[in-house]
């Protein structure tokens, strides 16, 4: 067994190949273990918050993520040149990507995550299907392999009953996924499902499988590491969908008994040994309104989500990340993961949920964060960011916990109150409606919930908007927005004696700034 002290792992510095609140999570992680970390950021992310916390930071190119989080070459020159041992890729970009893992390897670098095989096994969504269907899991009924000659999509279609999901077979994250009520509507749905999955993924291959509604989808977190060890940590509510991206986390699901977890979670650690994967990851499943569960898919990466799981566990994931990649046992039993009270997660992005959920974009003109007992903020906001249109519009996360649901949901109703951003639309609006309804308090969720309630509002129930804030918010931000002004000035006059003390800490101004802003 490898020695447990950070110093003799194989890797002391870290380049974080990502941007927003996630590199900064991982930032943290890196920090609190004693780990260097190095940022990558591209032309717009020059001021981002995740350039200023890193102990080194490097420009990898054009604002377009092709040219700048994707480009698999300059990301591996830049670990070499900053002497960088090991790669974490947080979520989206290049988190998923068997090439990347690939690369990682023949340049001596340890990948943060699962093996490129595992990956391979999972990552195809057909595929991952099959792997599923071979340990015993149960999937839901469909094709099992891609679909391209449209009779034959017909047939299966037919065979299956309507409604029916096109999916594309190199997808993920909700993306190219058309849903089909009726036969006159598939070969539409074909021809646009295959142009979406093109352009999301460079491949058009669908594939098709019945529609189960209405659903609940339920994921489970696990994390294996190189000696065997497969341990599950719960499972997550995920049902608060739009377009088929997740809006609303929580844990443990609130339709989920001791039988229904037993059940997901064996099937969940039998699928996982069954193609020998090392890391963290999830798997993810719909649970029909007959009880029964049906694999999806494995996300091979570390979730958006996964907050709720640390809330309830008390495990950070992140640094249990870096544990297994360094070659070490994971740091706890199965029998040693109890779950307590209950977590749930907002993601606050930058879209207009009165227009459709529309990215938005703008500079954050002020900003309050909440904070308090049960409150925990994952951000990379600060007052002047400008916000771009280039990447995934998540903002911040705010998690909270409560010794149970009841809890929970009112911690969360007083910190979004208290969480405040001016200048960009957000998601918050929707976020303080769905903490009051009877329906979501109730625990009744499926994937339909957002198209029965929010879009069938009645149109004279004007939601709240971003930036109509009452007197006493407003002068709260306007004293802290002339207070950094003042900093700012007076930093500036100082800046000659500042120049003469030797090195910056990112970390340390950031936290002055913050207590400053507040």
């Known amino acids: 067994m490898k020695s447990l002290s950070v110093a003799h792992w194989p890797f002391q510095t870290v380049l974080i190949a990502n941007r927003g609140e996630i590199a900064l999570r991982i930032m943290r992680a890196c920090r609190e273990l004693g780990l260097r970390s190095i940022a990558v950021y591209s032309d717009v992310d020059r001021n981002a918050l995740h350039v200023r916390m890193a102990d ?49 390897e023949e340049a001596g670098l340890v990948f943060v995550g699962p093996p490129a095989e595992a990956q391979l096994a999972m990552g195809e969504k057909t595929a991952a299907r099959r792997t ?98 497969v341990v599950h940590l719960g499972e997550r509510e995920c049902s608060i969908q739009r377009r088929h991206q997740k809006l609303i986390e929580e844990s443990p699901s609130p339709a989920v008994d001791a039988a229904l977890r037993a059940r997901m979670t064996k099937a969940t650690v039998e699928l996982v040994r069954s193609i020998r994967y090392v890391n963290a990851g999830t798997a993810e499943f719909l649970v029909g309104p007959d009880g029964d569960f049906y694999f999806l898919e494995v996300n091979a990466r570390i979730q958006v989500e996964h907050p709720v799981t640390e809330a309830c566990t008390g495990i950070d994931l992140v640094q249990e990340q870096f544990r297994v990649a360094a070659g070490l046992p994971l740091s706890f039993t199965q029998d040693e993961i109890t779950l307590h009270g209950s977590a749930i997660e907002c993601r606050i992005s930058a879209e207009d949920p009165e227009n459709r959920f529309l990215p938005a974009t703008g500079t954050v003109l002020a900003l309050q964060e909440p904070s308090g ?138 936290a002055r700034r913050g207590i400053l802003g507040r």
């Open 56 to 104: 080194e930071s490097y420009h990898i190119g054009a604002a377009q993520a092709a040219q700048s989080y994707l480009n698999i070459p300059t990301l591996i020159e830049i670990a070499k040149r900053s002497g960088a041992q090991a790669v974490h890729p947080g979520y989206g970009f290049l988190a998923e990507n068997a090439s990347f893992v690939q690369a990682c």
């Open 132 to 229: 599923a269907q071979a340990a015993g899991v149960p999937i839901v009924p469909g094709a099992m392999s891609d679909v391209e000659d449209d009779a034959q999509a017909q047939e299966i279609a037919e065979r299956l009953g309507y409604p029916i999901l096109l999916k594309a077979a190199a997808g993920g994250g909700g993306k190219g996924i058309r849903f089909v009520r009726a036969a006159k509507d598939l070969l539409s749905s074909l021809r646009t499902a295959r142009s979406e999955a093109r352009s999301a993924f460079g491949d058009s291959r669908v594939y098709l499988e019945k529609a189960i509604t209405p659903a609940r989808h339920i994921e489970v977190q696990f994390i294996a590491d190189t000696y065997g060890n």
């Open 373 to 510: 007992p049960g409150v925990r903020v994952d951000s990379s906001l600060y007052a002047g960011l400008q916000v771009p249109l280039f990447y995934d519009p998540l903002l911040s996360k705010l998690i909270v916990w409560g010794k149970d649901r009841q809890q929970a949901i009112a911690r969360m109703r007083r910190a979004l109150t208290e969480y405040q951003i001016v200048g960009v639309r957000t998601t918050l609006p929707f976020a303080r409606w769905l903490m009051a309804q009877e329906r979501f308090i109730a625990g009744d969720l499926s994937t339909d919930f957002i198209a029965e309630t929010w879009d069938t509002r009645p149109k004279d129930a004007v939601a709240e908007h971003d930036g109509e804030l009452n007197p006493a918010q407003v002068a709260a931000l306007v004293g802290g927005l002339l207070m950094q002004a003042q900093v700012t000035e007076e930093k500036a006059r100082r800046g000659a004696t500042a120049g003469d003390r030797g090195e910056v800490s990112r970390w340390r101004d950031a």
